[in-house]
Every structure is written in structure tokens, then in C-alpha cells.
């Protein structure tokens, strides 16, 4: 059985029980030319704020979120959980929470340079994206797990795995033809009590997700070479 087909359980505190891994090699020469397709295809990849309230096929955004959940995690714990919200009344409330929090951010709150950070992006106050958009996938944290006897257990590597998992959903979202936003509205507590997440989560970002809107602009943005990120030893 693949472990897609088994439901995941606990294993925290069992022994080492390994199993065969004997994946295909790819030929250098295929390879290559998948790197440089992906390279390119990853290099067209632009947030999007202005979306077209066009229906998304609900089932690819399912997809993107299980391959965003077969990211590696500290310990194998997995500590994610993403809410798919769809309800028109949900996205409101969220709307209407998140542009109060953010209408606090840029009349003060951030502060001159964080402001000036975000400038060249366009940003404001005003968050359609949130109602626009036919999804929203909202990303928690597990902080921690709570044992059968009640106790709280410690995860591990909470925010890089995680932060892992968001980068491979924005990718599957991104190759499944769907635009996507990483929105961070500050303080984001009141996704917890609009969505009734339990203690342990803490929220990491509300993800709107759908097509661009017929007259879509982004910014004007140049990324880093690869000189510029990597060195070579
Ligand atoms: C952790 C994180 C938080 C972000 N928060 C916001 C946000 O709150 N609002 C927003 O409009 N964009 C947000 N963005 C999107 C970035 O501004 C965007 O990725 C960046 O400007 C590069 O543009 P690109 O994605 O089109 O390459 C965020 C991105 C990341 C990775």
C-alpha cells in the first residue's frame, strides 16, 4: 500500500522500521531538460492581487494542498493544517477583519521603513483579494500536538516546515495553471476565531487563490540572478 492510501497515526516513541525506497533514475539528459522547463515555468510565477471571480475547479486546489502536505517536516510531525474556505460569508468576514488590522498597519503601525518596504509593491489598506478570489486556503501552524493522555507535545521546526509546505502549494497551484497571493495580514489572531481553530494553531497566512483578472497588473519587480544567490565552493 502507497503511504498516500494508509491514514497517517502517530508514530511518536516507535522503533525504526525501515522500508525499501528504489525510485527510477532519470537520465541526466531528461533531467536537464525538466530543470530548465521547471526553471522557466517557475520564472513566470507573479503574486496576483486583482482576481477575476471566475470558479476554480475545486478539486486542483485540493490537489496543490496534498502535495503541499507531502513536504518534509522536523521529526515527520507535519504540523499543518489548511483550511479551504470557499463560503462567500467567510471570505467576507475574513475581508473585513483582515482590512481592519491592516487599516491600523499602514496608518502607523508599521512604521516609516517597513513602509517604505512595501512601496514599490503597490500595497494598501484595501484587501479585495480576499473576496475576489473563489478560494482562500488558510495556512496554520501546529505549535504543538496533544498526546492521548491530554499533554501538550512539542513540534519541531514549526516555521521552516511549514514554510516549506507554502512554497511547494504556491508551486503545484503555480504548475496547476491557478494565481495565487501569500497574504500576511498582521496580527493574523483573528483567522483562529473567525475559522474556530483550536489552541495548538497559530495562523501563517491566508492564501488567495484563482485566475488574474482580465486587466491584472503586477509590479514591476526584478528578481536576483543566480549569481546574486549562490555561491559556488
Ligand atoms: C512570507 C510572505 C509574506 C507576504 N505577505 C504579503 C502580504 O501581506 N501582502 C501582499 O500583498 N503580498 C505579500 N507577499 C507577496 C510578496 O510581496 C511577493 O511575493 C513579492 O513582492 C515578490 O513578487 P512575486 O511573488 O510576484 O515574485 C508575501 C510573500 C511572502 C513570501
Not at 511518536?12 to 525510485?23: E, I, K, N, S
Not at 495565487?180 to 481553530?197: G, K
Not at 501563517?204 to 536576483?224: N, S
Request: hydrophobic content about 40%.
Amino acid at each position: 500500500m502507497s503511504t498516500s492510501e494508509q491514514r497517517w497515526s502517530p508514530i511518536h516513541g516507535d522503533p525504526y522500521r525501515p522500508v525499501p525506497y528504489r525510485p527510477g533514475r532519470t537520465d541526466p539528459a531528461d533531467s536537464l531538460a525538466r530543470a530548465a522547463e521547471l526553471r522557466a515555468r517557475m520564472d513566470e510565477r507573479r503574486t496576483v492581487r486583482q482576481f477575476a471571480a471566475d470558479p476554480v475547479p475545486a478539486q486542483v486546489v485540493k490537489d496543490a494542498i496534498a502535495c503541499a502536505a507531502t513536504a518534509p517536516s522536523g521529526a515527520h510531525q507535519q504540523p499543518w493544517t489548511f483550511v479551504l474556505v470557499q463560503d462567500e460569508e467567510v471570505r467576507r468576514r475574513i475581508r473585513e477583519a483582515a482590512e481592519e488590522e491592516e487599516r491600523l498597519s499602514y496608518d502607523g503601525r508599521l512604521g516609516e521603513e517597513w513602509l517604505a518596504a512595501l512601496r514599490p509593491l503597490g500595497t494598501d489598506r484595501v484587501k479585495p483579494h480576499l473576496t475576489d478570489a473563489p478560494a482562500l486556503i488558510v495556512v496554520f501552524q501546529q505549535r504543538y500536538w496533544l498526546g492521548e493522555d491530554g499533554e501538550k507535545r512539542k513540534h519541531y521546526y514549526v516555521d521552516e516546515s511549514v514554510g516549506i509546505a507554502v512554497g511547494m502549494l504556491l508551486t503545484a497551484l503555480h504548475l496547476s495553471g491557478l494565481a495565487a497571493l501569500v497574504h500576511t495580514p498582521s496580527p493574523m489572531r483573528f483567522l483562529s476565531e473567525v475559522l474556530r481553530r483550536p489552541a495548538n494553531e497559530k495562523a501563517f497566512a491566508v492564501i488567495p487563490v484563482g485566475y488574474p483578472a482580465p486587466d491584472c497588473e503586477v509590479p514591476d519587480l526584478v528578481r536576483k540572478s543566480l549569481d546574486q544567490v549562490m555561491t559556488e565552493i
